[in-house]
């Protein structure tokens, strides 16, 4: 490790697409239920919430956020297809922009992890049936969040698939048009586009199943197509090679993101970033530890070989939420590497400053991250007004 006194890499400078980014703390795409529930249009609180946020020459990544209404999603996450949608996401553009700061983004197919209840009408098959749709018809066993079990999803027919990377392209126009510098394809933790990455979810007999090549076929199609539409340098992806969020698991998780990360870096070497959350990030403990479990590792499970298959910007995400050290390390054991922050950016808005100064974190109510209306959402306070 190279220990640099006066600019620690972690605050050393970045270039993300056409963004020159003056450090390297990103905030990671939350979730927060703060969207009207019918409309999907982003409450007024969200332009607060992520300009509280927002620092010069720092890059936000929103929430995952729907591209299409025959999409569904969960109740009070929102969308970027219509009009209204795009009107709000201009506020909070305008107002990340107000500081300087940089925000992508995180374009969104739920597939199996939506329900019923959240589909159109209109997305009736011929025998009037509206249900999730995925690689294959196998559903996420147990309850979901929302205490209904998660339904049997209908596997997607060929032309079915070519037009949802079309919604993606037209999701990712909008997302232009309301003023983000950029998007996120959500090709992570068992969404749609992970469900035909991983062995678990997708047993497909055609070209988007059976061999690595075959399941990356459509995640790599839609990096094609949104990155014809509104340029590589615009255009970004997550992944989550070893998480078992969602029922997924994949049989060989290093042949397989190797195999996507080879082909990105082959076909788009301009991409603005890759995004991979870290092994091993657990959701469901409370409170900051300063232990860090990213610490305990297996050394089989680690994103160095994805990492070093890639040449651009390469965000990593998971846990460095417990500890400024683990990001500081991150940031400088690997070039090119950005840190994102989930949970302690939820109740640190200012959780840049309190990085770069050591500063003491406020933890975090889990009860607050999708409940409705402000609290714990634009009520939690910087530093000086905390202490
Ligand atoms: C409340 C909450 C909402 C989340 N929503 C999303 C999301 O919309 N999209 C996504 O890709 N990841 C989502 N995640 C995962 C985070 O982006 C991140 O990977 C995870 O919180 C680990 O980072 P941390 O340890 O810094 O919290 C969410 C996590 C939490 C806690």
């Known amino acids: 490790m190279t220990v640099t ?23 990671a795409p ?17 332009s607060v919430y992520y300009q509280q946020r927002a620092t010069e020459g720092g890059l936000l990544i929103t929430e995952a956020t729907s591209i299409s209404p025959s999409c569904g999603g969960y109740p009070g996450s929102p969308g970027i297809y219509s009009q209204d949608h795009i009107r709000a996401w ?59 079990p998660y339904e049997k ?8 698939i070519k037009n949802i990377a079309q919604d993606f392209v037209q999701a990712a126009k909008k997302a232009i048009d309301a003023g983000f510098d950029g998007v996120e394809i959500h090709s992570a933790n068992g969404y749609l586009l992970d469900q035909f990455i991983n062995t678990s979810s997708n047993k497909r007999s055609d070209i988007y199943g059976g061999s690595i090549e075959n399941r990356g076929r459509f995640p790599l199609q839609v990096v094609d197509a949104v990155s014809k539409a509104i340029g590589a340098d615009r255009t970004a992806i997550r992944f989550s090679p ?16 190797s195999y996507l990360v080879q082909q990105l870096e082959k076909t788009h070497p301009n991409l603005a970033y890759l995004h991979f959350v870290e092994p091993r990030v657990q959701l469901l403990d409370d409170g900051i530890d300063e232990n860090d479990p990213a610490q305990d590792s ?72 999708y409940s409705p209306g402000p609290e714990g959402y634009i009520d939690y306070p910087y530093y000086g007004a905390a202490n």
Do not use: C
Request: proline share 7%.
């Open 153 to 160: 999803p209908r596997p997607l027919t060929v032309d079915e």
């Open 298 to 369: 297996d050394e089989h499970e680690t994103l160095q070989y994805f990492r070093a298959l890639w040449s651009g910007p390469f965000v990593s995400a998971g846990n460095y939420t417990y500890s400024a050290q683990s990001a500081y390390d991150r940031a400088e054991s690997s070039p090119n590497n950005l840190v994102a922050v989930g949970r302690a950016f939820i109740s640190n808005p200012d959780l840049v400053e309190r990085f770069r100064n050591h500063l003491k974190l406020t933890p975090y109510n889990r009860n607050t991250f």
């Open 90 to 148: 201009k506020n909070v553009t305008t107002a990340v922009h107000e500081k300087k700061g940089v925000i992508f983004l995180q374009l969104w197919h739920p597939g199996r992890a939506t329900f019923s209840f959240a589909l159109p009408k209109t997305s009736a098959t011929s025998d009037g049936k509206v249900a999730p749709v995925s690689a294959s018809d196998i559903a996420i066993q147990g309850d979901s969040p929302f205490g209904m």
């Open 242 to 257: 070893y998480s078992g969020f969602q029922d997924m698991k994949d049989d060989t998780p290093v042949a397989t993101w």
């Open 5 to 27: 006194a006066t600019k620690p890499a972690l605050f050393s400078a970045i270039k993300v697409g056409q963004h020159a980014l003056h450090h390297r703390l990103v905030l």
């Open 30 to 46: 939350l979730t927060r239920s703060r969207a009207d529930p019918k409309s999907g249009v982003p409450s007024d609180d969200a």
